[in-house]
Nanobody, 117 residues
Framework: QVQLVVSGGGSVQAGGSLRLSCAASGLTISRYFMAWFRQAPGKGREGIAAIDTVDKTSYTDSVKGRFTISRDNDKNILYLEMNSLKPDDTAIYYC???????????RGQGTQVTVSS
């Protein structure tokens, strides 16, 4: 049974930082395309950061230079380091694993990130 457990959300002021974690069980994250998505109130799902099986990363323009996706293969955990947070980053964030880029065959539960101005 695959589980992706997300933690690390919370409330911060603009300019602050948070680190999200996605602990995986039932799959080996190094063998999957892993990604972080978010969904803001009233908006659709947005893919924001992804890492492929050879550690190539990609980011949507709105987070490029501020967010960093990484993974610890030994611990089987995916991370999202978020710096210089803005109110527009307020959303529910969740991780996903798939067999191709930005695919989400498996999805973790969401965690709320709220950034106040």
């Amino acid at each position: 049974q695959v589980q992706l457990v997300v933690s690390g959300g919370g409330s911060v002021q603009a300019g602050g930082s948070l680190r999200l974690s996605c602990a995986a069980s039932g799959l080996t994250i190094s063998r999957y395309f892993m990604a972080w998505f978010r969904q803001a109130p009233g908006k659709g799902r947005e893919g924001i950061a992804a890492i492929d099986t050879v550690d190539k990363t990609s980011y949507t323009d709105s987070v490029k230079g501020r967010f960093t996706i990484s993974r610890d293969n030994d611990k089987n955990i995916l991370y999202l380091e978020m710096n210089s947070l803005k109110p527009d980053d307020t959303a529910i964030y969740y991780c996903a694993a798939g067999s191709s880029s930005w695919a989400s065959s498996y999805r973790g539960q969401g965690t709320q990130v709220t950034v106040s101005s």
